[in-house]
């Protein structure tokens, strides 16, 4: 009895020890081989412009036969020991802390406070010019892109109105893709007073405009509209993710959308055979690497280590 | 009032036409996919408890079709099933967006929970007071109507609101489809332009609602119940 | 008259095919209480469920006057009326089940509906006004004297109260038939004992014939005429029942008739072998059993005194078998073997059924 008391001590002991031996080897193994992890937008729209971006920084290398819409895939390399972490775009920002590093839309960074020239590692260099992939274009399907009231639609949007709006409403971080003045002043509730206009479809073309995110911009290209007289009312249709206003587009149940960038509507088209064509330029707003942890490029490189090969 | 509010929640207050319009549209989703949920789930309830093996109706082919359809629905994720459902949905009321595009993938999220929830009210009934009705020379439908339906009342309404609950929560995925609804206006505005007021109320008022929800099914279910019932 | 002939009933399960219902043919008189008495399981209630076709029999027919004979063939029933045969109709079978009144072991009353409510359920059927459908469960509560609970709902009634209210409901619509499953083994022996007197009253006022299944003897000997004992689907014994009390020929009856007298006991004793005569001659031990004729006679003394044997009484019984007494005793009977022999001839003169159930030492 007692025998057996003492062989069950025993196992008991190893047992610990072995589990608690085990642990530690993990923690130990953990410090050279866990990877830093940088979140990218899930979307493929965003998470193209994230890749190219880290490519940028030097981090990654890329496949140049991807062109301007590479995917996780397409990553031929890492340079440093780094894992890429596909999440919600709109979710980044509050998880930062939980990431090494985060590749985030100045759409949800600017409003949480973060400022790409202060807390940015490293920004997407953004041309507005023609030729540029990553430039927001409004789109319509490709047997009415001719339509006068889509013309006129375009023709709103590329005012010095909007491009104070956007401007203002975005502090810097996203930037007009169309000819504006920057030398301006605006009033403090500039902003506001356009996002409060109201309008009302009675006796007017209702034009369905497809977006993702709030869509506040088309209550001040409608006011726009309306100061022209020009006889139409946008319906905003906001879609909480960016895999429909395409779909939606095409099968007719919308007249226009306004949400991705060339690039991925080009990706679009391809994948999925859509007749869409954009009609005209809006803005463009640059994707910027973000950290807690680090306070640069370089001091992000050296968090990670080099990706033993 | 106004202004009290205006200074706890001064974003909700620049939006509330968004946030009024939001309410709507969780309102229209909620109604109309729950009415129809009721009619249809309510109807597939009965007929699984009808046509089961040893039940008023027996039909083997029926039941079986049934029950198959039921689990698949219920083991599609309700953001899936959106997507899935397009095609169908623009088959079906004309367009896949928007309240009317929501309404037929709510529809068929909320039709086979509510399918299974009655079915389990309606098993519950004693086979005994069936047995006695069909005695006194009841019909299917007199089965239905005066023994399923009354004697299971208080446990229908029960599973109603727990439906109904749930129905809730599907419409704040509808957003994805263009329906709007609260829960799309926390994503959009809330958290996508960091208003941390406009998350805290769209909590609240969901939080509201459900209760809402809770409360009136609770009292309704004990006034159906005899509360001499459980005096004993 | 309810006339059922060669009907036939299985049950397909996943691992047997059960016989429930075997070749039963009986027949049940207008005004009659027939009695049908077996263990669990031997088919009563599928046969009793058969007659108002809650259960479909395979095959065979149920004969039920006024109403015609229902065959049941090749899946299909078929009613034949005035010399004619056609399907029987969902609504003819409605019509049926409303003209056969039932009651149940667990009452089956819907608990959220009132007493007056349950009693009112099937009049709906009956195309009555509302006027005359509270008049006429006013005056079945007072068929079943319960005027004072009529708001009540059955959870606020004792076991024997909801019978009752069960019986009302059973008998709304005015049927010749009552079918009663096995209604007072829920009861205790008040309850059992006051519904079991409606019943008696209610076959008396109204003429109802009453077809009720039991396990229990006591309700058998207490109201039933005429009785009929099932074992494993078939109909193995049936006629008057104090025929059958005082001589039971098959062996689950003599089980039944044991139980229910409690002279059965003798076998422990004999076990133990505390009553065993020590001679076969000399001593034997006898099942008397009194019928009406001889119960009232001093045969005991009469035969110890002329034979000059002593009877020792080991158990002894009376009972009351519907209105007439039955009696039995199990007793040593001990003498010379002349006199033993004598003695027993002349109780069975008497009418006494005697059976010598153990001879010294041997069973």
């Known amino acids: 009895m007692k025998n057996i008391k003492i062989a069950l001590a025993a196992v008991l002991v190893l047992t610990l020890s072995l589990s608690l031996c085990a642990c530690g080897e993990k923690k130990e193994e953990g410090k050279t081989a866990e990877p830093l992890k940088i979140g990218v937008p899930s979307d493929a729209t965003n998470q193209a412009r994230a890749i190219s971006l880290l490519e940028t920084a030097g981090l990654i290398e890329v496949d140049d036969a991807a062109g301007f819409t590479p995917e996780l895939k397409d990553v031929t390399k890492y340079i440093y020991n780094i894992e890429i972490v596909p999440a919600a775009a709109n979710t980044l920002v509050s998880t930062l802390d939980d990431y090494g590093a985060s590749t985030i839309n100045g759409t949800y960074a600017v409003p949480a406070g973060l400022s790409p020239s202060e807390d940015g590692l490293i920004t997407e260099v953004q041309d507005p010019g023609a030729g540029n992939p990553f430039i927001n274009v409004i789109v319509a399907r490709t047997a009415d892109k001719d339509n006068e009231d889509y013309q006129t639609i375009v023709k709103a949007y590329q005012t010095q109105t909007i491009a104070q709006y956007i401007l203002e409403k975005n502090s810097g971080s996203s930037i ?33 405009m497809g977006v993702c995110g709030s869509g506040d911009v088309w209550r001040a290209v409608q006011k726009v509209l309306d100061d022209q007289n020009s006889g139409l009312y946008i319906d905003v249709i906001i879609f909480d993710a960016y895999n429909l206003p395409n779909e939606a587009l095409n099968s007719g149940e919308i007249d226009l959308n306004a949400f991705q960038h060339k690039a991925y509507l080009n990706s679009e088209i391809a994948s999925q055979g859509y007749e869409l064509t954009d009609i005209g330029d809006t803005s463009c707003a640059p994707l910027t690497l973000y950290s807690k942890k680090a306070s640069s490029i370089e001091e992000l490189k050296e968090l990670a280590g080099k990706k033993e090969q | 009032m106004a202004e009290k509010f205006r200074e706890l929640a001064p974003n909700v207050y620049n939006y509330s036409d968004r946030f009024a319009e939001s309410m709507k549209a969780t309102f229209q989703m909620f109604f109309i996919a729950g009415l129809l949920t009721l009619l249809i789930g309510g109807f597939f309830g009965i007929l699984l408890i009808v046509t089961k093996p040893g039940g008023i109706k027996p039909n083997r082919a029926v039941h079986t079709v049934l029950e198959i359809i039921t689990n698949v629905f219920r083991s599609i994720p309700f953001i899936i099933l959106l997507i899935f459902l397009i095609p169908f949905t623009r088959m079906l009321v004309g367009t896949s967006i928007g309240v009317k595009g929501a309404v037929v993938p709510l529809v068929f999220g909320a039709v086979p929970f509510f399918t299974r929830q009655v079915e389990s009210a309606l098993s519950d009934v004693d086979p005994g007071k069936v047995e006695a009705a069909r005695s006194m020379g009841s019909g299917t439908l007199g089965i239905i109507f005066r023994v399923y339906l009354k004697e299971a009342l208080p446990d229908l309404i029960r599973v109603i609101t727990i439906t109904a609950i749930s129905t809730i929560g599907l419409t704040t995925s509808a957003g994805a489809v263009g329906a709007g609804g609260i829960g799309s206006f926390a994503i959009n505005y809330g958290q996508n332009m960091h208003y941390q007021d406009i998350v805290n109320v769209c909590v609240v008022v969901l939080l509201i609602i459900v209760s809402l929800i809770q409360i009136i099914g609770n009292t309704l279910a004990r006034r159906t119940y005899n509360r001499e019932l459980f005096k004993k | ?18 016989h429930a219902v075997n070749d039963v043919t009986l027949e049940i008189g207008d005004g009659e209480i027939y009695g049908i008495m077996g263990y669990s399981g031997a088919g009563k209630s599928t046969l009793v469920r058969c007659i108002n076709f809650l259960e479909i029999p395979d095959s065979g027919s149920i004969e039920i006057s006024g109403f015609g004979k229902i065959v049941s063939e090749g899946g299909g029933l078929f009613l034949e009326k005035d010399g004619s045969r056609a399907p029987l109709s969902e609504k003819d079978l409605r019509k049926l089940r409303r003209s056969i009144g039932m009651i149940f072991q667990h009452f089956n009353l819907l608990d959220r509906s009132t007493v007056f409510d349950n009693i009112a359920y099937p009049l709906k059927y009956s195309g009555r006004s509302k006027a005359e459908i509270e008049e006429r469960v006013d005056e079945l509560l007072g068929l079943v004297d319960l005027k004072d609970k009529k708001k009540a709902y059955p959870s606020q009634l004792s076991g024997g109260q909801k019978q009752r209210v069960a019986i009302a409901r059973a008998l709304a619509n005015s049927p010749d038939i009552l079918l009663s499953d096995e209604a007072t083994s829920a009861l205790d022996p008040d309850a059992t004992e006051s519904i079991l007197q409606l019943l008696k009253e209610l076959n008396k006022k109204l003429g109802l014939t009453i077809v009720l299944i039991t396990h229990e003897m006591a309700v058998i000997k207490s109201i039933a005429g005429k009785v009929a004992v099932m074992e494993d689907g078939k109909v193995v014994e049936e006629g008057e029942v104090y025929d059958i009390f005082s001589d039971p020929k098959q062996r689950i009856t003599k089980k039944f008739v044991g139980t229910s007298s409690g002279l059965e006991k003798i076998e ?23 019928t009406k ?36 005793i199990i007793a040593k009977i001990s003498g010379s073997a002349e006199n033993v022999k004598g003695a027993l001839e002349y109780m069975s003169s008497c009418g006494v059924n005697t059976e010598v159930i153990a001879n010294g030492g041997e069973v």
């Open chain 1, 176 to 208: 007009p893709a169309f000819d504006y003045d920057p030398n301006y002043e605006v009033p403090d509730d500039y902003v506001s007073s356009l996002e409060g206009y109201k309008s009302s479809p009675e006796g007017k073309k209702v034009i369905k």
């Open chain 3, 1 to 18: 008259m309810i006339r059922i002939e060669h009907l036939e009933k299985h049950f397909l399960t996943k691992d047997a095919n059960i």
């Open chain 3, 268 to 290: 422990k004793l004999i076990e133990n072998g505390t009553v065993l005569p020590a001679d076969s001659d000399t001593e034997k031990l006898v099942k008397l059993t009194f």
């Open chain 3, 293 to 328: 004729d001889s119960v009232g006679e001093a045969i005991i003394s009469k035969v110890s005194r002329n034979w000059s044997v002593d009877v020792n009484l080991v158990l002894a019984n009376v009972d009351v078998v519907g209105e007439n007494a039955l009696g039995g």
